[in-house]
């Protein structure tokens, strides 16, 4: 497979020149341009995994370039750059979608080198999405899960509550087939958060926050880009949507929450809860089931919670009776 193409935009010679020096043994194809204008017309000519965009450039600034190859080349990975560290700029590129990440000028090599692989990664990961394949999706969740060691074997155990609370719903094959591929996906944005701030110790501040949630929209822009099916995308997008409406994307309330992301939603939380996070240390099995219960009607579906919290209580009384035999023996 040939190497993808990364775009390096500024009206700078000297700047593109050091890039270039940087990405010299960089396993993809340096294209550079010095104008909106020009970048856009190697982008027409040539499929372009990402571009990383100066924003003072005369003619069109990086914002408005970015913008323009979203709606030309969707899958192309996009990243902002600017000297005058205008964070607002930056965010509100991001919330709108325009952006994948954004870097300071003078850059970090090392943090820039970062953003690319992980650029690279995300363009990838839309192309592999689209084999539709048990396996090539599964290792992707689990490719991401390399991003933060605390999620080891999480998107399985997801997949897994998340199938059992299903089965015992009126759900076609084809749709338990979606919740588990939305499952293993559902954390497939979080490849545009710095590691830094996945395994930060401690509380975030809103600045990290503000990016850390927009993993939830990143990931079904991807799953979309890949044509993926719409519960799957559902899942990736909403399973931070709260039952009273004060979770993030959309603030969805209720039932407005698809159900497929409501299921992934209480399996997600529930093993948040019972994994050690660099923010907080786990529950016992029993205390993840009373916090379940108090988040009943408000984080989560009162009657998904029920019926899972139903089938915790059973796993939980069928390891007593074999504790039991065991011990008469």
């Known amino acids: 497979m040939a190497p993808e193409a990364v775009l390096f935009v500024d009206d700078e010679d000297n700047i593109l020149n050091s890039l270039e020096r940087l990405f010299i043994d960089g396993n993809f194809v340096f294209l550079r341009a010095t104008s909106g204008a020009a970048a856009l017309e190697l982008i027409r000519q040539r499929p372009v995994a990402m571009v990383v965009s100066d924003h003072c450039m ?84 689990q490719m991401v899960e390399l991003k933060d060691p605390y999620t080891k074997g999480h998107c399985d155990r997801v997949a897994d509550y998340a199938q059992r609370i299903a089965a015992d719903l009126p759900m076609n094959v084809e749709t338990l087939k979606e919740i588990r591929y939305g499952s293993w996906l559902h954390d497939c944005g979080k490849v545009g958060v710095p590691e830094e701030i996945l395994n930060f110790p401690g509380p975030l501040n809103a600045q990290q926050y503000s990016l850390v949630k927009n993993h939830s929209q990143w990931g079904a822009e991807v799953a979309l880009q890949a044509r993926l099916a719409p519960a799957v995308v559902n899942i990736i997008r909403h399973h931070h949507e709260r039952y009273d409406g004060k979770g993030y994307p959309w603030a969805l309330a209720g039932e407005a929450i698809p159900v497929e992301a409501r299921i992934v939603s209480i399996a997600d939380v529930f093993d948040a809860m019972t994994s050690d996070r660099p923010y907080q240390r786990k529950l016992s099995f029993g205390g993840a089931m009373e916090m379940l219960e108090r988040l009943r009607g408000t984080s989560l579906d009162p009657e998904l919670t029920g019926a899972f919290l139903d089938i915790l209580r059973r796993d939980e009384d069928s390891r007593g009776g074999d504790e039991k035999v065991a011990g008469q023996g």
Request: proline share 4%.
């Open 58 to 141: 005369p003619g069109m600034n990086g914002v408005e370039l970015l913008s323009r190859v979203r709606a030309i080349s969707p899958e192309t990975v996009r990243v902002l750059m600017t000297a005058h560290a205008d964070f607002e700029t930056a965010v509100a590129a991001i919330n709108q979608g325009e952006i994948f990440r954004f870097l300071s000028k003078p850059w970090n090599d090392a943090e820039l080198k970062g953003v690319v692989i992980d650029g690279l990664f995300r363009y990838r990961l839309a192309g592999s999405m689209r084999s539709r394949d048990d396996s090539t999706l599964r290792s992707l969740g």
